[in-house]
Structures are given as structure tokens and as C-alpha cells.
């Protein structure tokens, strides 16, 4: 077999056409044992992941300006220090690959570098066993702007011990042929459909807050049966990353612990619709005391941390 064709060479990844890349735990051998027994330098049984941005350059220290370092034009600062012919094929093949399909798809110019809009509420959510398949764009974009911002160590790769991956906590490997995303994501959706229906048969309002979740909107507990399953099947379509999604949230929902997230998370954002939570600065605020920034990470947050218990208990108990 042919090697596949390459897309980016990134600090250590080969980015390479109808491949399909895995996230998985970055061993610390310096952590507590449990830690490493995990292989992990988060502590495993959080799963909180990171979400992390483009790469962001200061070009003026006074006023805090600068610039996003995407690497899609040869001016960018990743680039310094290199001969321009090579640049120029690099940023070149970049465009080719990613940036005019992602833009085909979501709106010329929307990667522009000084698209602040954009790139200001840009993230990319890491967690274990996430999976970046090279034939969605969007997921590729994802991928390549995670590895531009060294977030990923590349296993097997010869930059474990560079200083530029010292904050990274995931670890990041290539997985399989086209041939094999192909099945896997064929297995991936029926399994979310049989676990779906399994759900909606048992506590339809419980399956709603599942799918308000994982921010999917129009579903309600009036809408009937039919409509749910096809509108489920359509968003699991949409995008490779979609049945992963439904997989963690499914999983949420068999632990006893952890279906309090999805609950409180539904019930702070009715919360914050009744005005109960404010969002102040970036941070919601309940009777003065910052939650979180986010409502997701701001309810596992407080479900996982004993210490907080009264505040879950008051926050589900409010009569919304």
C-alpha cells in the first residue's frame, strides 16, 4: 500500500490525508502512581479534558495586541528563522488542504488571521479517546491547530523531551486506514441509535437533557418519538466527532455521579435565563461567587468536588 499523501508535517506529526489520528493519555512517570498506572498526567476520573485556542502572538507588549499564529500565511511568526522557498510550499499546501475547504464550507475569509471574531471563541476540546479523522475539515483543522500550539506530544516521536510540549497533557497517535474510519464510524452510529432508543424507551425528559447537553436544540418532550430519531441520526451524520460525543454523554448517563452534570448543567442554564446566574467579565456568577466560565465545565466542576455539594444541592433544588 502507498504511503498516504501529506498534509502538514507539525511539530512532530505527519498530518496525512484519509488518516484518522487518536488523543490518549500522556504518561507522566513523575505523577503519583495512580496517575501513571492511568497513564495519564490529569487525574483520570475527572475526564474534564482542555480546551485550548489558536496560537496567540503578542506584537505589542503595551497594549496587548498581536496577531493569531495559525501558520496559513508566511508571515506568520511560526515561521521565523526559516528559508522563504520553504514556507512559501508549506503555507501553500495549508491552504490547499485546509483553509479554502474550511472556508468553502463556513464562509471565505472567516480564517483570516485577523478575524478576531473568530478566533477569539475558537477551541479545541482535548480529552482521551477523542478521534481526528483528515476527511472532515473541520475535525483536520482542529488536529493541525492543536499541534500548532504544542498540545499534543506525538507518541513514538522524538520531541518528548522538548520544552515546547511541557504543558501538554495528551499524547496524540495515528490510528488507522480510511478502509477502518469507515467501518469504525459505521459501528460508532449504530451503537449510538440502539443506546438512544434505549434511553427514550426508559425517561424521554432524561434523554432531552442529554441532547440539551450536548447543546442540540429544538428537541423537547413534546416532540414525538420519529422526529427525535431522525433528527438524532441527521446530527450523527453530520460530523465524525458526533457519535464520540453521544458516547460520553451515554456514558454520563450510566454513572450514578456523573448523570448529575448533565442535570445541573440543563438547570443553571434555565438558571441563567431567569436571570438567577449572571454572566459578568466572562464568568457566570451565582449570589456573587464566580461558577465557572463555562456552564459545562462549571457543573462537573461542582458535582465532582465534594466540597461543593451544597451548592449542587441548592442550585437542583430551585424551583425553575
Known amino acids: 500500500m502507498s504511503e498516504k499523501k501529506l ?5 512532530g506529526l505527519k498530518i496525512r490525508e484519509e488518516s484518522i489520528y487518536e488523543v490518549t493519555h500522556r504518561v507522566d512517570h513523575t505523577a503519583p502512581d495512580g496517575f501513571v498506572n492511568e497513564g495519564a498526567t490529569k487525574l483520570p476520573s475527572m475526564e474534564i479534558g482542555s480546551s485550548v485556542p489558536c496560537p496567540f502572538v503578542e506584537t505589542n507588549k503595551v497594549t496587548g495586541e498581536g496577531v ?7 508571515e506568520s511568526p511560526c515561521y521565523q528563522g526559516m528559508k522563504k522557498e520553504e514556507v512559501r510550499k508549506i503555507v501553500s499546501t495549508l491552504r490547499d488542504k485546509i483553509m ?6 463556513f464562509g471565505k475569509g472567516i480564517l483570516d488571521h485577523q478575524n478576531e471574531s473568530f478566533w477569539d471563541n475558537f477551541n479545541v476540546d482535548l480529552y482521551a479517546g477523542r478521534y481526528f479523522s483528515t476527511e472532515d475539515v473541520e475535525s483536520l483543522l482542529h488536529l493541525y491547530i492543536a499541534m500548532r500550539g504544542f498540545e499534543l506530544l506525538p507518541k513514538d516521536s522524538n520531541m518528548k523531551g522538548s520544552p515546547k510540549f511541557k504543558d501538554a497533557q495528551y499524547s496524540i497517535e495515528d490510528k488507522n486506514t480510511v478502509r477502518n474510519i469507515k467501518e469504525e464510524r459505521a459501528v460508532s452510529v449504530l451503537d449510538a441509535l440502539v443506546q438512544f432508543g434505549k434511553v427514550l424507551e426508559k425517561d424521554k425528559e432524561v434523554l432531552v437533557n442529554m441532547l440539551k447537553y450536548l447543546r442540540l436544540i429544538g428537541f423537547s418532550r413534546k416532540m414525538d418519538e420519529v422526529t427525535m430519531k431522525a433528527s438524532f441520526y441527521e446530527w450523527l451524520n453530520k460530523s465524525v466527532e458526533n457519535p464520540d460525543k453521544w458516547k460520553r454523554v451515554y456514558d454520563m448517563y450510566l454513572d450514578d455521579k456523573k448523570i448529575d452534570i448533565i442535570n445541573l448543567f440543563v438547570s443553571m442554564n434555565k438558571l441563567t435565563e431567569r436571570g438567577i446566574i449572571t454572566r459578568e467579565g ?5 449570589k456573587g461567587q464566580r461558577i465557572g466560565s463555562d456552564l459545562q465545565n462549571a457543573a462537573e466542576k461542582i458535582v465532582m468536588n465534594e466540597d461543593m455539594i ?3 444541592t441548592e442550585l437542583l ?4
Open 7 to 11: 498534509i502538514a508535517d507539525v511539530n
Open 68 to 74: 493569531y499564529d495559525s501558520g496559513f500565511y508566511i
Open 100 to 105: 479554502y475547504p474550511y472556508e468553502a464550507k
Open 282 to 286: 466572562g464568568h457566570y456568577i451565582y
Open 310 to 312: 451544597s451548592l449542587k
Open 317 to 320: 433544588e430551585i424551583e425553575i
